[in-house]
């Protein structure tokens, strides 16, 4: 029996979604895409919300509604999933690349010291589901007059100071990847905004720069999203406080569980509310602990070990010394958590590492 890393939902309530929405005979943004691009806002508290192909196309779609344009230059944690600095570079701007905190997010102060004339933005990633420090970078992005480009891909229905993510920037962009803490049975990604501008803008870019139906304003492109896929969505989304809540009750039982060993654990900020889309330890024997686990049959995962300033792709943009983030990469280990495991299958993963420190 192998513990999955992560276990997506599937039940009869949705499958039945996905069968009307095929009797519906619409399948492209049609009314099940409408009313959850209008439960999705009214969730997270922005004015608009617009539905996409994934959520690398919402973090493209929102940089090019913002304008962003060669020479621009956007601060971006090299402590993230690669789509956060591709969206970047596809958008012709250049990524600038920040430390890690200890929580493992965007570090304001490094931050801070790599603001040059040519800044336009900042991209906090609410990495593993826990906030980044949003007062602080509110404080950045007024004194300097950038925006701020939630990356909430993996944090939907996280808080901080009581807000949700992705009503503190300018816009925040999810993405809805099996694993995410909403999913939709495939890929999919939704940005947010109290913009009225920048949402009418992706509006348009997702569907070919389209004013009407014969009219083009601007070249965009085919990043529009599906009934079926929509249909899904609006049932998890009514799960979505209780599914994070499960999370959190998992998470406080890892840390019950592995408390005293040679570890350390996740740790939740002031004012932040973790919804542990990833439950991320660290320790100096990673590679060992991972091989023993995955004997004893259970998943865990890296998230992610080479970090993105050190990527190929990117090669050309000198690599900043990120002393913190290459430490930490060295030392991280997913283990397994999701609305769907059971207390059991933690209590197993606990053993399991406890017996690898006591062996
Ligand atoms: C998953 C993810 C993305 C990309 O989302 P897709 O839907 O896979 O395109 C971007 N940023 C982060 C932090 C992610 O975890």
Same mark, same amino acid.
Not at 248 to 268: C, I, N, S
Not at 275 to 282: D, P, T
């Given at each position: 029996?192998?513990?999955?890393?992560?276990?997506?939902?599937?039940?009869?309530?949705?499958?039945? &979604?996905?069968?009307?929405?095929?009797?519906?005979?619409?399948?492209?943004?049609?009314?099940?895409?409408?009313?959850?691009?209008?439960?999705?806002?009214?969730?997270?508290?922005?004015?608009?919300?617009?539905?996409?192909?994934?959520?690398?196309?919402?973090?493209?779609?929102? $940089?090019?509604?913002?304008?962003?344009?060669?020479?621009?230059?956007? #601060? %971006?944690?090299? +402590?993230?999933?690669?789509?956060?600095?591709?969206?970047?570079?596809?958008?012709?701007?250049?990524?600038?690349?920040?430390?890690?905190?200890?929580?493992?997010?965007?570090?304001? /102060?490094?931050?801070?010291?790599?603001?040059?004339?040519?800044?336009?933005?900042?991209?906090?990633?609410?990495?593993?589901? +826990?906030? =980044? *420090?949003?007062?602080?970078? !509110?404080?950045?992005?007024?004194?300097?007059? $950038?925006?701020?480009? @939630?990356?909430?891909?993996?944090?939907?229905? =996280?808080?901080?100071?009581?807000?949700?993510?992705? /009503?503190?920037?300018? &816009?925040?962009?999810?993405?809805?990847?099996?694993?995410? *803490?909403?999913? %939709?049975?495939?890929?999919?990604?939704?940005?947010?905004?109290?913009?009225?501008?920048?949402?009418?803008?992706?509006?348009?870019?997702?569907?070919?720069?389209?004013?009407?139906?014969?009219?083009?304003?601007?070249?965009?492109? *085919? #990043?529009?999203? *599906?009934?079926?896929? /929509?249909?899904?969505?609006?049932?998890? $989304?009514?799960?979505?406080?209780?599914?994070?809540?499960?999370?959190?009750? $998992?998470?406080?039982?890892?840390?019950?569980?592995?408390?005293?060993?040679?570890?350390?654990?996740?740790?939740?900020?002031?004012?932040?509310? +973790?919804?542990?889309? #990833?439950?991320?330890?660290?320790?100096?024997?990673?590679?060992?602990?991972? !091989?023993?686990?995955?004997?004893?049959?259970? !998943?865990?995962?890296?998230?992610?070990?080479?970090?993105?300033?050190?990527?190929?792709?990117?090669?050309?943009?000198? &690599?900043? /010394?990120?002393?913190?983030?290459?430490?930490?990469?060295? @030392?991280? #280990?997913?283990?397994?958590?999701?609305?769907?495991?059971?207390?059991?299958?933690?209590?197993?993963?606990?053993?399991?590492?406890?017996?690898?420190?006591? =062996?």
């Amino acid at each position: 029996m192998t513990i999955p890393l992560s276990r997506p939902p599937l039940d009869d309530e949705i499958k039945g &979604a996905v069968l009307a929405a095929m009797d519906s005979r619409q399948y492209i943004l049609g009314p099940e895409c409408r009313a959850f691009e209008a439960e999705f806002a009214q969730y997270v508290g922005a004015r608009h919300a617009v539905l996409t192909s994934s959520g690398t196309a919402a973090l493209w779609m929102v $940089l090019k509604a913002f304008g962003v344009k060669a020479g621009d230059e956007v #601060l %971006v944690p090299a +402590h993230t999933a690669f789509p956060t600095v591709e969206a970047i570079c596809f958008g012709e701007a250049t990524p600038v690349f920040v430390d890690v905190d200890d929580s493992y997010t965007l570090d304001p /102060a490094d931050a801070a010291a790599k603001i040059t004339p040519r800044t336009v933005g900042i991209v906090p990633v609410h990495i593993y589901g +826990h906030p =980044a *420090n949003l007062s602080q970078l !509110q404080e950045l992005t007024s004194r300097f007059g $950038l925006w701020l480009l @939630e990356d909430c891909c993996q944090a939907h229905g =996280a808080s901080f100071k009581g807000k949700k993510v992705g /009503a503190f920037g300018r &816009a925040g962009a999810f993405s809805f990847y099996p694993s995410k *803490n909403l999913t %939709v049975m495939g890929d999919g990604g939704i940005l947010v905004t109290d913009d009225d501008e920048v949402a009418a803008r992706c509006r348009r870019v997702r569907d070919h720069g389209r004013l009407n139906k014969d009219v083009h304003a601007e070249i965009g492109f *085919n #990043l529009r999203f *599906n009934e079926i896929q /929509a249909a899904v969505g609006r049932v998890l $989304l009514r799960r979505l406080d209780a599914m994070n809540d499960r999370r959190r009750q $998992l998470a406080a039982r890892y840390g019950e569980r592995l408390k005293g060993l040679p570890l350390t654990l996740p740790v939740e900020q002031p004012g932040a509310r +973790h919804v542990f889309h #990833l439950y991320v330890i660290r320790t100096d024997r990673r590679e060992a602990l991972a !091989q023993f686990l995955k004997a004893a049959g259970v !998943q865990t995962g890296i998230h992610y070990p080479v970090p993105c300033h050190r990527q190929p792709a990117v090669e050309h943009l000198s &690599a900043p /010394a990120l002393p913190r983030t290459e430490r930490i990469v060295r @030392e991280i #280990l997913s283990l397994p958590i999701s609305a769907g495991h059971t207390d059991g299958e933690i209590d197993e993963v606990a053993a399991h590492v406890r017996e690898f420190f006591r =062996a």
